[in-house]
Antibody
Framework: EVLLVESGGGLVQPGGSLRLSCAASGFTFSSYDMNWVRQAPGKGLESVSYISSSGTIIYYADSVKGRFTISRDNAKNSLYLQMDSLRAEDTAVYYC??????????WGQGTLVTVSS | DIQLTQSPSFLSAFVGDRVTITCRASQDISSYLAWYQQKPGKAPKLLIYAASTLQGGVPLRFSGSGSGTEFTLTISSLQPEDFATYYCQQVKIYPRAFGPGTKVDIK
C-alpha cells in the first residue's frame, strides 16, 4: 500500500522557517517524481514545488521561489520542503503528492502550517 | 504558464442527477488533464487522468472527455458520496496548475 505521511507543520512567526518532511512507503520512492501542493484555508489547490526522481530537476511556483527549497533523500524514502522567510499568505495545509507523469496519483494527509504573530 | 478555468464554480443537484463540470485551458494541452475529488478535511483523490481514463477503483458513473482546451467531467447519476469539490489539473507543463474548483452541493 502506498503511504505518504507529512510532518513538520505548526505555528511560526512571519519571517520564520519550517522544514516539512514526507515519509514514503509502499513503492519504490527513487523511481518517482514528487510534489508539494498547498491549500490555504477555504481556497483551492496550488502546486508549490516539483522534484524529479533523481533530484536533478526542480521547479517552484513564483509565489515561493527564492524562499522555499525542495529536496529528497532516496535512501531514506523521504521528501522535504525547507520554508524560509515565511509570510502570512503561506498559511495552508501542505500535501506531498506522488507524480505519475500524467497526474498526482497518491497524496499524503497534509500538514498545517500557520504563519502568524 | 497555463491557466485553467472551471464552470460552474458551484452547483446544487439532487441525488440521481446527471452533472457536468467544464474545465477550459488557456492554451492547447492535448489530453494532459486530470480530475480530482476533494471532500472537506481530506486530501484530493485522483478520479481521471489523460482526460478520459478512469483511475482504478473509481466508480463507472464518473467519466471524462475532451482535448485541446475544453474538457468535461460527468457524473452520470449523482450519489450521496459524490458531494465534494472537483478540481481539474493540467499536467502538460510546469507549473502543473489546478483549476479553481467546482463545489457540488446537495439540493
Amino acid at each position: 500500500e502506498v503511504l505518504l505521511v507529512e510532518s513538520g507543520g505548526g505555528l511560526v512567526q512571519p519571517g520564520g522557517s519550517l522544514r516539512l518532511s514526507c515519509a514514503a512507503s509502499g513503492f519504490t520512492f527513487s523511481s518517482y517524481d514528487m510534489n508539494w501542493v498547498r491549500q490555504a484555508p477555504g481556497k483551492g489547490l496550488e502546486s508549490v514545488s516539483y522534484i524529479s526522481s533523481s533530484g536533478t530537476i526542480i521547479y517552484y511556483a513564483d509565489s515561493v521561489k527564492g524562499r522555499f527549497t525542495i529536496s529528497r533523500d532516496n535512501a531514506k524514502n523521504s521528501l522535504y520542503l525547507q520554508m524560509d522567510s515565511l509570510r502570512a499568505e503561506d498559511t495552508a495545509v501542505y500535501y506531498c503528492a506522488r507524480d505519475s507523469r500524467s497526474d498526482f496519483d497518491f497524496w499524503g494527509q497534509g500538514t498545517l502550517v500557520t504563519v502568524s504573530s | 504558464d497555463i491557466q485553467l478555468t472551471q464552470s460552474p464554480s458551484f452547483l446544487s443537484a439532487f441525488v440521481g442527477d446527471r452533472v457536468t463540470i467544464t474545465c477550459r485551458a488557456s492554451q492547447d494541452i492535448s489530453s494532459y488533464l486530470a480530475w480530482y475529488q476533494q471532500k472537506p478535511g481530506k486530501a484530493p483523490k485522483l478520479l481521471i487522468y489523460a482526460a478520459s481514463t478512469l483511475q482504478g477503483g473509481v466508480p463507472l458513473r464518473f467519466s471524462g472527455s475532451g482535448s485541446g482546451t475544453e474538457f468535461t467531467l460527468t457524473i452520470s447519476s449523482l450519489q450521496p458520496e459524490d458531494f465534494a469539490t472537483y478540481y481539474c489539473q493540467q499536467v502538460k507543463i510546469y507549473p502543473r496548475a489546478f483549476g479553481p474548483g467546482t463545489k457540488v452541493d446537495i439540493k
